[in-house]
């Protein structure tokens, strides 16, 4: 295993993380307060950044955000023992020496061993050049204006309608002494803002009914809102109620983080270089303006805070997916020259040893991405940067929970040279996160949802059930046994033990290391992928169709879906199905934002390129798409009104009350209890349950579930409902039962029978009972 050297600053922190109590060690950090900060009488402006490589950087100082040259620039001081660059400048001064009289634009230009500072140096000249990356992987150049990683919002995006050329960002023979100053994104000097981010929900996630969705796609095809609020914060606070309405308790927004997309409208008609989901970060502090309709300095932070606010009236938490394991700076550019043609924004420029991860030669990019490489995650200057955006976030900006995309990079343990995933490493950034940014207790309160995805390509990074305390995961593991179960009957062996295992919380993944069944996520379809209704309308993806659903490259060839043999009421009913056995499921369901309408992109699982009608939200419905909203809304308040589909730890097999009922029972078609031969038999696609309503307050005596998989109807056998009680129907999503009452309203429950009455279950189909 090859490490990084850690000086100054960096062998500080990481002496504080191993001998102080948790906390600590981050009120350090924050002390330095990194970027650019007025003071409390708004006088001076103090700029810091780190570089322990850098020999020289000045701070660079613009009236405008684009288009101009500077006005002004300071040479900045290092402080030996912390690595930190500052300098602090006069407002007065700036204002009457130099007009800024407005925001205060800036960026920093590092001089470093490859790339020598030389006082006959100007821009757009090659002196003092070395070469593009030296032996110990430095990339400075001073041709290049860079972003400060602790920047609160930036200007504009790299490339716009008016700076298009991306090589003027690159490093190459071609490309170095090309200044980028006039086009480059730069920090916003803003003082804190005070607007309200209302009063946090602080619900135990196992009560969570998660909403994933984009925010520029929530709103930007409502036609119910003024055309300048459309696909902005300030529209999606508007859905808020319809959320509520929904049942939806969290919103989980794809990237916010400031990302390229602003070439999206240079042409809308068109997905060339288009990047929709926002996954290439290029700022982990900036809301992205782009997605604001107040684009002034501060405009982004104060439109967003509202939207929070408009969310926590409602009640709804506000997750944010993040990206710390690549950057928007990207890869190599390839070609002939592919070991020198890089993008330098930010990171790379000031520091890249330190804020990536390198092969152990340091030349170049350690890649379990697929998008450009490692962010060093097991840094702790690297680790920094991550805490305190995650900090500000919460903190600042009203946040109450993260998913973080590729997590697994985040259990990196090396720098350099390698890559392994492992959890008991107390200093990868997995652990480190929970440690300074406490997880919300299992019974609600204050704290944070930490969301993983928990994989990557390459190594040891899939690690389903493999993260450590404190985090829970997208279950993958779930999402496929479903799949496979509905769509892939006499192609795949999915056994009811393994359907059991994963509708009962996944002990076998989250019962291992003190984790519960909330820590597993239960989703069947997620934003890269195909739709909740798409998943069961189509055998193949269908990515090449014509804008605007399409042409979009890539998109996984393994969806374990099916198109019900063309049949249109089928769809129907097992999108029915999946969705009923997710909000069935013990943990955490997510859903889609526009599943509960049979969203669709036509077959398209890969759409990040489509900043279309095929990734914005529907709000019209056809008589189908509303009744299927109101099945999933009623649906999710069955759940919510039914804690004992919610358990806080893993369900046991024996009662634990006296009532003579375990709190919960697996059965087979004929009433018999399941046993490990039927749950270890491939052959058999039918299994139901019941759970002991009374162990858990539940206004039910019980509920029982019965799936049946097979091609054809099934009779199941009903058990004991407990003294006294009768089944009544709370749904069955057959064909023959279609319709805006699918779901009966409370109280409206069909009489089925008592113990050993039998209900013929047609096939792929869910049912509900409860015991009254």
Known sequence: MAHGIRIGYGLLIATLLALWP??????????????????????????????????????????????????????????????????????STLQNTYGITGPVYYGYRAWGPNWTYNSSWTKGSSIGFVKDIDAAGNRFNPNKLLLDPYTREISQDPNTSSCNDGTIYVSGASYRAIDSGACAPKGIVLAADTSSIGTKPTGAFKDDVVYEVHVRGLTMNDTSLPIYQRGTYAGAAQKASYLASLG????????????????????????????????????????????????SAGGPTREWKAMVKAFHDAGIKVYVDTVYNHTGEGGPWGGTDGLTVYNLLSWRGLDNPTYY??????????????????????????????????????????????????????????????????????????NRIVAELPPRPAGGG??????????????????????????????????????????????????????????????DLYGDDGRQPWNSVNFLVAHDGFTLSDLYAYNTKQNSQAWPYGPSDGGEDNNNSWDQGGSALNQRRATRTGMAL????????????????????????????LDSVA????????????????????????????????PATFYSGVDNNGNVMEQLRWFKPDGAQADSAYFNDGNNHAIAWRIDGSEFGDSANAIYVAYNGWSAQVNF??????????????????????????????????????????????ARSVLVLIAK
């Open 615 to 646: 990734n914005w939200l529907l709000w019209s419905r056809d008589s189908f798409e509303s009744d299927f909203q109101t099945f999933t809304q009623r649906m999710i308040a069955f759940r919510k009104t039914h804690p004992a589909l919610r």
């Open 717 to 762: 056998v009903l058990p004991w409902a407990g003294n006294g009680k009768q089944w009544y129907r709370v749904t069955d999503t057959a064909t023959w039962n279609e319709g805006a009452n699918t779901v009966a309203v409370p109280g409206s429950e069909a009489l089925i029978g008592g113990e050993y009455a039998t209900y013929g279950l047609e």
């Open 357 to 430: 991860s390198l092969t152990s030669d340091y030349q170049y990019p350690w890649d379990n991405t697929g998008v450009g490489g490692n962010y060093n995650t097991h840094n702790p200057i690297a680790q920094n940067l991550i805490v305190d955006s995650l900090a500000y976030w919460r903190d600042a900006l009203g946040v109450d929970g993260f998913r973080f995309d590729l997590a697994s990079v985040l259990g990196n343990t090396c720098e350099h040279g390698c890559y392994n995933f492992d959890k008991m490493d107390s200093g990868n950034a997995l």
């Open 22 to 91: 948790s906390g600590k060690a981050q009120a350090a950090i924050d002390a330095y307060s990194l970027g650019a900060r007025y003071d409390s009488t708004q006088s001076n402006i103090t700029f810091k950044v780190y570089s322990s490589r850098a020999t020289r950087i000045e701070v660079w100082l613009y009236k405008t955000p684009s288009g101009a040259q500077e006005v002004a620039h300071y040479v900045m001081t290092k402080d030996s023992t912390t690595n930190i660059w500052s300098k602090t400048a006069s407002v």
């Open 446 to 507: 204050a704290g944070i949802e930490l969301i993983a995805e928990p994989w990557a390509i390459g190594g040891n990074s899939y690690q389903v059930g493999g993260f450590p305390s404190g985090w829970s995961e997208w279950n993958g593991m779930y999402r496929d046994a479903v799949r496979q179960a509905q769509n892939k009957l006499g192609v795949a062996t999915v056994t009811t033990g393994t359907l059991a295992t994963r509708f009962a919380g996944s002990s």
């Open 582 to 609: 997710m909000l069935l499921s013990a943990g955490v369901p997510m859903m889609t934002g526009g599943d509960e309408a049979l969203r669709t992109t036509f077959g398209n699982n890969n759409p990040y390129n």
């Open 248 to 295: 939806v308790t969290a919103v989980e927004f794809l990237p916010v983080q400031e990302t390229q997309n602003d070439q999206n409208d240079i042409d809308p008609n068109s997905d060339t270089g288009d990047n929709y989901w926002g996954y290439m970060t290029l700022n982990w502090f900036a809301p992205d303006r782009r997605y604001a309709f107040d684009k």
